[in-house]
């Protein structure tokens, strides 16, 4: 099995014999940061601390702990031409074997990190929707489709919470603050609908919305026939993913659209 397609939980569970892998310290530049985890086992491995020389030593350590062949506990690996790397920093690794404790400790762990990732709420799972989905679900983020035709919810693929809702705008008053909202439905007026409650919150962390120039328009003037300040437009993507690219394919716009999502979370928080 790939590693790459199975979660952490899932890993556990599928493995019994397993070291935890923990980065416990950094200094200077470092791959990745303090906190991150990998899990290895006896053939295969979750997650990365930073890939090169650096994984390969842990995973080594981490094998002689499994094989009962000695390994360190901690090791603390300068990040230079000693081991060919030239990020000039230094990590301290914690290795922990996944006893029935420590399976507990993580799962707690990983839970409390489920519970606060961040959450993009997308409004259609037409062909936009379906590939923004497969796109998010890559990402440390709880992803939400909302639809409302049965038919385009069976064809969702990606691991993702779905609810078919006649009327998804009334969703949106529920929403986390800090969120981000995607609307790509199949029908304008619902599309404008969902916007139009969406920027009538000033706490989302993204609203955006598919759609051309000519349908920007309408919606602005949708919005001033509503009474909304036009001020509220400013925190508007439309259309979702820019115009730089100008390539139309909904996995491309699904692209773009994760891009714009994950730097609006980053100037959010």
Not at 21 to 35: H, L, M, Q, Y
Not at 87 to 106: K, M, N, W
Not at 213 to 237: I, V
Request: hydrophobic residues 45%; aromatic residues 4%; proline residues 4%.
């Amino acid at each position: 099995m790939n590693f790459q397609q199975d979660s952490r939980e899932g890993f556990l569970a599928r493995e019994h014999r397993v070291v935890i892998v923990e980065i416990a310290a950094v200094t200077g530049s470092t791959p990745r940061d303090a906190g991150t985890l990998m899990l290895v086992a006896p053939t295969e491995i979750h997650g990365t601390i930073g890939g090169g020389p650096l994984e390969h030593v842990a995973i080594e350590n981490a094998r002689r702990m499994l094989a009962d062949a000695g390994g360190e506990a901690r090791l603390t690996i300068p990040l230079g031409p000693e081991i060919g790397e030239c990020c000039g920093g230094s990590v301290e690794l914690s290795f922990r074997i996944a006893d029935e404790d420590a399976r507990r400790t993580l799962e707690a762990r990983l839970a409390q990190e489920e519970r606060q990732r961040p959450q993009v709420w997308v409004f259609g799972a037409g062909h936009v929707g379906r590939a923004l989905a497969e796109a998010l679900t890559l990402l440390p983020l709880n992803v939400f489709v909302v639809e409302a035709r049965e038919s385009e919810l069976d064809q969702l693929t990606s691991q993702v919470h779905h609810r078919q809702d006649g009327t998804p705008e009334a969703l949106i008053a529920d929403i986390p603050a800090g969120s981000a909202v995607v609307v790509v439905t199949h029908d304008h007026a619902l599309d404008f609908r969902i916007g139009r409650q969406a920027l009538a919150r000033t706490d989302l962390a993204y609203v955006g919305m598919v759609g051309s120039r000519a349908k920007r328009d309408g919606f602005l003037r949708y919005l001033a026939e509503e009474g909304m300040d036009r001020t509220a437009t400013d925190r508007l993507s439309m259309p979702i993913g820019g115009t730089a690219v100008g390539d139309k394919r909904p996995e491309v716009i699904a692209a773009m659209t994760t891009a714009e999502v994950l730097l609006a979370f980053a100037a959010h928080s």
